[in-house]
């Protein structure tokens, strides 16, 4: 009898047991367990080849991953149409997965270990007039416009060996404006931060920032000629100063380009001088006034 009660408790452990690893296997396999494989899943937006820094995002650069959804972010994507059409702020690598910040340009910058062999980076610092509202970013082309004032000078012959006399003649200054470089890339861009002006007050009270006074420092890439090109003419630029006219001098302007013009061949352009408007734009010449002076004594 004895012996009966324990084979019986041994055979009740045993059906005890199996029942419980039964229970465990369907319970995952329903999606409520532990086990790795059986989590739940969410659906992730991928590049699906090496993404440039400035290339448009088309239907075959990416593709969709399946991740638990315990992995996901809240700044990735879910649907490729969500990035289709826009911009890469930086390189992507095959199988990344794609989050906001490749597209808004708030990533670290990375530009030395990115730049292309042959190419250097330099600084220009613009404003809201001169860098299109400090709306600049990464992976955007741009054009560089400058405007140089010039004033003319008269030579007079000297008398008895005297050496001629060389005067301005600021009566006759005038700007001479020309596109210098085209369809330059922009690898990183520094700011934009206000210049320590005061917010600018709103209608409900509330305080938005003068963007007016915003600066931002743009990194540009470019050959080595293009570079000393622009060097010359930022050593002599005067940023255009908020709310007034352009700063005597030379100053140059970003121009930004639509990201279809890549690989857009240079125009050809004439240069823009007050003759250039006279002549060919119907603008009026200035009018020569002629006066009678009472003679001087």
Do not use: C
Request: aromatic residues 2%.
């Amino acid at each position: 009898m004895k012996r009966t009660n324990r084979l019986i408790l041994v055979v009740g452990i045993l059906l005890a047991a199996v029942a419980f690893v039964a229970i465990i296997f369907l319970f995952n396999n329903q999606g409520g367990g532990g086990g790795g494989g059986n989590l739940p899943q969410g659906s992730v937006v991928v590049a699906s080849r090496d993404i440039k820094l400035g290339d448009t995002i088309q239907e075959r650069d990416v593709t969709t991953n399946s991740i638990p959804l315990s992995q996901e972010q809240p700044d990735q994507f879910r649907n490729p149409g969500e990035v289709i059409g826009q911009v890469a702020r930086t390189d992507i690598a095959k199988g990344a997965n794609l989050n906001q910040a490749m597209f808004s340009g708030t990533g670290a910058p990375s530009i030395a270990k990115d730049l292309p062999s042959g190419m250097v980076a330099m600084a220009v610092r613009v404003d809201a007039a001169t860098g299109v509202g400090t709306l600049i970013l990464p992976g955007d082309r741009v054009d560089v416009v400058m405007t140089l004032e010039i004033t003319p000078v008269s030579v007079t012959p000297g008398q008895e060996g005297a050496p001629p006399a060389v005067a301005a003649q600021d009566a006759l200054k005038t700007p001479s404006s020309k596109v210098l470089l085209q369809n330059v890339e922009v690898r990183a861009v520094l700011g934009a931060t206000a210049s320590g002006t005061a917010d600018t007050a709103t209608a409900g009270g509330g305080t938005v920032p003068d963007l007016a006074a915003a600066t931002q420092v743009v990194i540009l890439g470019m050959t080595t000629q293009q570079a000393e090109v622009l060097e010359y003419v930022t050593q002599k630029a005067q940023v255009k100063a908020m709310a007034s006219t352009a700063a005597p001098g030379l100053n140059i302007t970003l121009l930004l380009r639509s990201p279809k013009d890549k690989d857009a061949p240079a125009v050809e352009t004439t240069g823009i001088v007050l003759e250039t408007l006279i002549k060919e734009y119907g603008v009026l010449p200035p009018v020569v006034l002629e006066a009678s002076l009472p003679p001087t004594k």
